[in-house]
């Protein structure tokens, strides 16, 4: 049964950096069957894709064309775990944050379909002074 | 980006009832299509993937239908437990997107 824990603070002021981790039992942040996602919640703009990092072979990330200059997203394989790093925050990214695992059913060859399977409790955060 | 528009917004139905969502992508996404329930304070579960394939542990009330653009759920019989929020989200291409979801209601 794959866990995914979260953790990070509630509150973060304006122009501050918005920190937040994953931590992963039941699977491996390395897994070639996975990838590993952050995603928010809030009214304004519903359900938003922010990123993504997976290993194959190496390590990628990708990240949404919103956010692409403040984010980063971050695997610790020693730790078993995925971070979520947002610079430069404002109050319009008050959301709820979820980690969530996308995974990969694959045959020999080729990976043909992802499904968002498991995702963290979320963890409400605020950009307020 | 690919945009995922549902239909409807919301939606008011009693116990028993068949209730039908819509979900349409602005472009040919194949079966890459997947569908969530959400209740209030707690994360998306999955129900539906690849379009038609039942997560496992979800009951089969609930079943998906469609490919390219199309796509359908439907609740079979509506049960109290189904009151929730309900959305798509395409796999075909990154960034991953989300219908705006459909609420239902008790009627």
């Known amino acids: 049964q794959v866990q995914l824990l979260q953790s990070g603070p509630g509150l973060v002021k304006p122009s501050q950096t918005l920190s937040l981790t994953c931590a992963i039992s039941?699977?491996?942040?390395?897994?070639?069957?996975?990838?590993w996602n952050w995603i928010r919640q809030s009214p304004s703009r519903g359900l938003e894709w922010l990123g993504r990092t997976y290993s194959r072979s190496k390590w990628f990330n990708d990240y949404s064309v919103s956010v692409k200059s403040r984010v980063t997203i971050n695997p610790d394989t020693s730790k078993n775990q995925f971070s979520l790093q947002l610079n430069s925050v404002t109050p319009e990214d008050t959301a709820v944050y979820y980690c969530?695992?996308?995974?990969?059913?694959?045959?020999?060859?080729?990976?043909?379909?992802?499904?968002?399977?498991?995702w963290g409790q979320g963890i409400l955060v605020t950009v307020s002074s | 980006d690919i945009q995922m528009t549902q239909s409807p917004y919301s939606l008011s139905a009693s116990v028993g009832d068949r209730v039908t969502i819509t979900c349409r992508a602005s472009q040919s996404i194949s079966g890459h299509l997947n569908w969530y329930q959400q209740k209030s304070g707690k994360a998306p579960k999955l129900l539906i993937y690849a379009a038609s394939s039942l997560q496992s542990g979800v009951p089969s009330r609930f079943s998906g239908s469609g490919s390219g653009t199309d796509f359908t759920l439907t609740i079979s019989s509506l049960q109290p437990e189904d009151f929730a929020t309900y959305y798509c989200?395409?796999?075909?291409?990154?960034?991953?997107?989300f219908g705006q979801g459909t609420k239902v209601e008790i009627k």
């Open positions: 969530a695992r996308d995974r990969a059913d694959c045959n020999s060859t080729t990976c043909y379909t992802y499904y968002f399977d498991y």
């Open positions: 989200q395409q796999s075909s291409s990154t960034p991953r997107t």
């Open positions: 039941g699977d491996s942040v390395s897994s070639n069957y996975a990838t």
